[in-house]
């Protein structure tokens, strides 16, 4: 009843694999660069070479990028943990005992007298700003 389409499909078939056939022959032998449509689409193929070599590049780029990223964060650890240790060390310095302790040896001594607190009048003060 319906050869003609069970022929027609067989024959498409063999359409196909002879296209495959006669392309995969061409690209082993080298002869599809003669043709003139490879001339024609050197442009396109010098555009995805241009994208290649971006892409590349990109990826050398960011590889540097972490590289950096990962030298300054070990950097700041370095730095945070000298400022830690310089810190602790002025506060430790700084204290009255320690700072009365290191002035011994330029022959200042610390003052055993507790300070003692200065009043002065508003008429005192107007006489000494202002004399008569």
């Known amino acids: 009843m319906n050869t003609f389409k069970k022929n027609d499909v067989k024959t498409e078939s063999k359409k196909e694999t002879s296209k495959v056939v006669k392309s995969l022959s061409s690209i082993f032998s080298g002869s599809f660069l003669n ?7 050197l442009p396109y193929v010098f555009f995805l070479t241009l994208l ?4 590349i ?12 990223l990962y030298r300054v964060g070990s950097e700041l650890k370095e730095l945070r943990s000298e400022y830690i240790t310089i810190k602790s060390d002025f506060n430790f310095k700084s204290k009255q005992s320690q700072v009365a302790e290191a002035t011994v040896d330029f022959g200042i001594k610390e003052s055993i007298v507790p300070p003692s607190k200065i009043v002065v009048n508003k008429a005192e003060a107007k006489s000494v700003i202002q004399p008569n």
Do not use: P
């Not at 290649?52 to 892409?55: E, F, K, P, R």
């Not at 590049?57 to 950096?68: C, I, L, M, P």
């Open 35 to 41: 043709k003139d449509n490879v001339v024609s689409s």
């Open 52 to 55: 290649g070599i971006l892409y």
């Open 57 to 68: 590049a990109n990826g050398y780029y960011s590889e540097k990028t972490v590289r950096d």
